[in-house]
């Protein structure tokens, strides 16, 4: 149980254009979903918490105009890349929790996608 | 709060041999810890958690040590086998009543298990 899935897994596009990578939780309900960014050899940054239904809260430093956040039901979050730069090629993964989990207080995480931007 | 890893230690261990993985939190209200293991180009794999009122708790062929008083947690990995290597994370958070919250992740550990 508390699958979270990810897609793409991974996605190349030109410089200037839009992405979104979508993150579904399989078997339960996320009622709170998380957004990180990993670049190569370093630890995961979180980005942004949504809760369903609501504006994400992003953390210090991260754009909310181009790092587009929804969280529009119980089991899907989406994160848009806007205006794409070859400066945001990362592994993005995202994470959910949800009381119908089973472990209420946890976060699962979800395989991640690689964005490579040209 | 927030972690930056500019680089990422490496513990290279020889098949059948424990391993020890060091990690320092920052937050002294966090009150719950999580280690994971990520493989390469996956995400993280939840390994053991432990809440502050612990000092120890095992799991199978996994051990996690926490010291509050110097903000220290360690993973013990008993008998390391190839299929250990990886990276290995802490994280920290502090625990809301029925709600995930946000992790504080650690730099990072890579395993390298040697034959």
């Known amino acids: 149980g508390a699958v979270v899935s990810q897609h793409p897994s991974w996605v190349i596009c030109k410089s200037g254009t839009s992405v979104k990578i979508e993150c579904r939780s399989l078997d339960f309900q996320a009622t709170t979903m998380f957004w990180y960014r990993q670049f190569p050899k370093q630890s995961l940054m979180l980005m942004a918490t949504?809760?369903?239904?609501?504006?994400?809260?992003?953390e210090q430093g991260v754009e909310k105009d181009k790092f587009l956040i929804n969280h529009a039901s119980l089991t899907l979050s989406t994160l848009t890349v806007t205006s794409a730069h070859p400066e945001d090629s990362s592994f993005y993964i995202c994470?959910?929790?949800?009381?119908?989990?089973?472990?209420?207080?946890?976060?699962?995480f979800g395989p991640g996608t690689r964005l490579t931007v040209l | 709060g927030e972690s930056v890893g500019l680089h990422l230690p490496t513990l290279s261990v020889q098949e059948g041999d424990n391993s020890i993985i060091n990690c320092a939190y920052s937050?002294?209200?966090?009150?719950?810890f999580i280690w994971y293991k990520q493989e390469s180009g996956k995400g993280p794999q939840f390994i053991i958690d432990i809440r502050s009122n612990m000092d120890k708790r095992q799991g199978q062929r996994v051990t996690v040590l926490l010291n509050k008083t110097v903000k220290h947690l360690s993973l013990q990995i008993a008998a390391t086998q190839p299929g250990d290597s990886a990276v290995y994370f802490c994280a920290e958070t502090s625990m809301n009543t029925g709600t995930a919250s946000k992790l504080t992740f650690g730099t990072g550990t890579r395993l390298q298990v040697t034959l």
């Open positions: 949504s809760n369903e239904g609501s504006k994400a809260t992003y």
């Open positions: 994470s959910a929790g949800g009381p119908t989990s089973g472990r209420a207080n946890e976060q699962f």
């Open positions: 937050n002294s209200a966090s009150d719950y």
